[in-house]
């Protein structure tokens, strides 16, 4: 782990970190994927925010935040002197313009499914801002803590269409000074009010947009101080043993992540509706294995929906099916299902939005599967714009589906895949968990009180298996060893603090 140690000259360094995604998106009602979320944390500001290390949120733009109204009334009250780049006033009237545009525009691409349990919002005055809700929902605080939360100024962004340009204007820590699909260009907003302190100048972000090789070279030859993101799970192993370069030694710095990926299942394809089918998936998937030779072990075997870390985590699949492949289980599970015969199985991949070992992973899974002598699979790739609307129509049994939170609590991993409008699309529900679990945990402020439920949530998910976890991601960073501050952008917020990073020299 590096230091976080910086010397009398880090307030005048500029880095360059280089990251193969894309920024899809600079307006924060349209953009909902992890390169447009980093520039939404750096270049506007939350109501509320993660500190380093924490999964409870913080005020930000805001001095105060409170619920009343048994959780069904928020009330934040605005820190004084808040500015948007370009000048202008922040005001309560520029937070209500805000969530009510996401909402409004409901971009397909955007956040505004976070916002759903808004009802309307008031603004007392300019410094007050009072969210009614639908029903009561604890998460609010988190939801409203990324980049979901974004606020916009009012006098800049249509009110029912997106800012074109690539111009983002907010009040967070940085300003974003250009940008193009190469790279984009940030520097210290100097009147920025609240929680950050920029430890640098600015930061140069280089988008190498899926050109994993390209990222790796660019480090090693020094032309980027940091790569974050992309690199493939041999890159990041070999570059551990790498030579020292002019910038000195290249470091692998590993934060905690609460980034998931699962199988999942298709409860209406005609084979694997059937239950037996699917507890024979479950018992001879070796994760073990799958981590260490798809994922170099960059990844950890995960064994429950909601991942290590996270409130209410349990076990559930491992209680069930164990952490070795049961051959004799599946065969028996097959056989009290009367299924004599090799099972035929097509497992669906996309590596272009999950992860360049994907293919490799779900690959090694159908051997896995066919070791057995039980199935015959294979596994098909597709790009993922067939992917999505294969999955839309129903023709895919099994597919892949990674996830990283919007927000680091259990809610977040649970009511998306389980609740109402289940964005797996696997046709899945369960009343025990739509109608009273996710209820009850949405009401509860106190986040450790829903422990109880969300196991007898997992349970449930293990025993009807809809999915299978896979495994949980390790976050990376690999830098030069001049540069400090990375171990507080990789935690399970999974925001990238552009102002926890400086060099020593």
């Known amino acids: 782990m590096l230091s976080t140690a ?51 949120p913080v005020p930000e733009a805001a001095k105060e935040c409170k619920f009343s109204d048994g959780s069904e009334t928020y009330t934040c009250t605005l820190r004084s002197g808040l500015k948007f780049s370009n000048g202008n006033s922040l005001t309560s009237a520029d937070v209500k313009y805000s969530f009510e545009r996401t909402i409004r525009i409901n971009d397909p691409a955007g956040p505004a499914s976070l916002l759903s349990t808004i009802s309307s919002i008031s603004t007392p005055n300019e410094k007050t801002v009072v969210f009614h809700l639908k029903v009561p929902d604890a998460t609010f605080p988190s939801k409203i803590a990324s980049g979901g939360g974004s606020i916009v100024d009012r006098r800049v962004y249509p009110r029912d269409g997106l800012l074109k340009g690539g111009k983002a204007v907010g009040s967070g820590p940085y300003k974003l000074n250009s940008i193009d699909k190469r790279r984009a260009i940030f520097s210290v907003y100097s009147d920025y009010q609240g929680t950050a302190r920029a430890k640098n100048s600015g930061v140069t972000l280089e988008l190498f947009r899926g050109n994993q090789q390209a990222l790796q070279s660019a480090l090693e030859v020094g032309d980027v101080d940091i790569a974050y993101r992309g690199l493939s799970a041999k890159a990041i192993a070999g570059l551990g043993t790498s030579p020292t370069t002019e910038k000195g030694r290249i470091m692998v710095v590993q934060g905690t992540s609460a980034e998931v990926q699962h199988m999942v299942f298709n409860v209406d394809d005609p084979v694997v509706a059937k239950l037996a089918v699917r507890k024979a998936i479950a018992y001879l998937v070796d994760r073990n294995s799958l981590v260490a030779d798809a994922y170099q072990s960059t990844a950890a075997p995960l064994y429950s929906v909601i991942p290590s870390g996270i409130t209410g985590h349990v076990t559930s699949f491992f209680n069930i099916y164990g952490d070795r492949p049961a051959p004799e289980k599946a065969r ?91 964005v797996l699309s696997n046709n899945y529900d369960n009343e025990e968990i739509i109608k009273r679990i996710i209820p009850r945990t949405s009401s509860m402020t106190d986040r450790a009180s829903t422990r109880q439920e ?45 102002w926890e990073l400086s060099t020593a020299y």
């Open 6 to 56: 910086c010397s009398s000259q880090a307030s005048n360094s500029r880095l360059i970190v280089g990251m193969s995604d894309d920024i899809l998106a600079t307006d924060p009602a349209s953009g909902y994927d992890p390169g447009s979320w980093l520039l939404f944390n750096n270049v506007f500001q939350s109501l509320l925010s993660f500190p380093p290390g924490s999964s409870t």
């Open 332 to 422: 028996a599970e097959l056989r009290n299902a009367g299924i004599a015969d090799k099972v035929k199985l097509t497992l669906w991949s996309t590596p272009s939005r999950y992860g360049p070992a994907t293919d490799e992973a779900f690959r090694t899974i159908a051997d896995q599967l066919n070791q057995s002598g039980l199935f015959d699979a294979h596994m098909k790739s597709v790009p993922f714009d067939e992917y999505e609307k294969g999955i839309a129509e129903g023709k895919y049994g099994i597919y892949v589906k990674g996830w990283v939170p919007d927000y680091p609590d259990p809610d977040n991993f649970t009511q998306p895949f389980f609740g109402g409008s289940n």
């Open 454 to 498: 969300y196991m007898k949530l997992q349970d449930i998910v293990a025993q009807e298996l809809p999915i299978l976890p896979l495994w949980q991601g390790k976050q990376y960073a690999v830098a030069h060893e001049n540069v400090r501050g990375l171990h507080n952008c990789l935690d399970a917020s999974t925001v990238f603090r552009f």
